[in-house]
């Protein structure tokens, strides 16, 4: 039976159709998906990585430096110079290893102002084992305190704008704390049982 040409264009067209809709929906996905993590990732070094680690804000500047002991992981530098609270540099590290960008805001550098970026809330230095560097900004939060703006290795592009993320809120918590936050808890001193001095047997009376 011969198709009508009309049908067969049809045909074809449906053919043509699925077989993009496959490509793209199916196969593509997987990749789209990859590049816009990739695009959203706001560092792309490891933990491991980073050897040292300047966090500035309005109450204090403190250093901190990969411990070579195991236990505790990070050391404060200054301003004193003792054991740091692993348990608050981790939240923080986790933050700089795992975080995304929700979307980048390009900017003219006379209009940094608006997002709090010329007078920021923090600046943390990360100085990785490789002797790389890297810096975040963070200004202040956009309008329904759901991201903040930040600013991450400040460079000026060719066109002339400066690249503004929005981040997670998190940051803020992080890096806002006191200097004995900072530090690593003392361990409560464990108090010694009293030994139980043994009472002499009563004797019993022949």
């Not at 993009?20 to 998906?33: C, K, M, P, S």
């Not at 990360?126 to 560097?133: G, H, P, R, S, V």
């Not at 703006?149 to 809120?169: C, E, H, K």
């Amino acid at each position: 039976m011969k198709l009508p040409k009309t049908t067969l264009i049809l045909v074809v067209l449906a053919l043509g159709l699925g077989g993009f809709v496959y490509f793209y929906e199916i196969q593509g996905a997987t990749q789209r998906q990859e590049a816009k993590e990739n695009q959203q990732k706001i560092f792309s070094f490891a933990e491991d990585d980073v050897q040292a680690l300047t966090v500035k804000t309005a109450k204090l500047t403190l250093n901190l430096e990969r411990n070579t002991q195991p236990n505790p992981k990070w050391l404060l530098k200054s301003p004193v110079s003792e054991p740091a609270n692993d348990a608050i540099v981790s939240y923080l590290m986790d933050l700089l290893v795992k975080g995304k960008s929700d979307r980048t805001v390009p900017t003219p550098p006379n209009q940094l102002g608006e997002f709090g970026l010329d007078k920021p809330q923090a600046t943390i230095d990360i100085k990785l084992k490789n002797q790389k560097n890297h810096q975040i900004i963070l200004g202040k939060s956009n309008f329904n305190r759901s991201f903040i703006y930040a600013q991450v290795d400040p460079t000026t592009p060719n066109n002339g704008n400066i690249n503004v993320l929005l981040v997670s809120t998190d940051f803020e918590n992080a890096v806002n704390r006191e200097l004995s936050e900072w530090k690593q808890p003392q361990t409560p001193v464990q108090l010694q049982p009293t030994p139980n001095t043994p009472q002499p047997t009563p004797t019993q009376s022949q």
